[in-house]
């Protein structure tokens, strides 16, 4: 049985995360590259970390993601969902038929 891909999406909201608040940021099939930005949105002071902001804040995202502790539900003024992206997973069924 094959893994398929997950799909990160990360938005900027307000503090009680409301999905009138949320603007898309980015997406990625890579949790490394969301990873990054939410770490520059920490450091510019748009997100907050368990109540740290710009260098403590990003600091400390960036050694939860180190140690596998990352809990999202402490990031403040930023939410990120995990997809699973379906385009590859039906990808086999838009595939051309090969010919002999």
């Not at 980015?26 to 368990?50: F, P, W």
């Not at 990352?70 to 590859?88: K, P």
């Amino acid at each position: 049985m094959s893994i398929q891909p997950m799909i990160f999406i990360l938005y900027s909201c307000n503090q009680w995360k409301e999905h009138g608040s949320m603007r898309f940021l980015a997406a990625s099939t890579e949790i490394k590259d969301i990873h990054k930005l939410v770490r520059a949105e920490i450091r510019e002071g748009n997100m907050n970390y368990k109540g740290l902001s710009k260098r403590t804040g990003s600091k400390c995202f960036g050694a939860d993601f180190q140690n596998n502790d990352i809990d999202l539900n402490l990031l403040e003024y930023g939410y990120i969902t995990i997809n699973e992206n379906l385009a590859c997973k039906n990808q086999s069924r838009h595939q051309k038929p090969k010919r002999d």
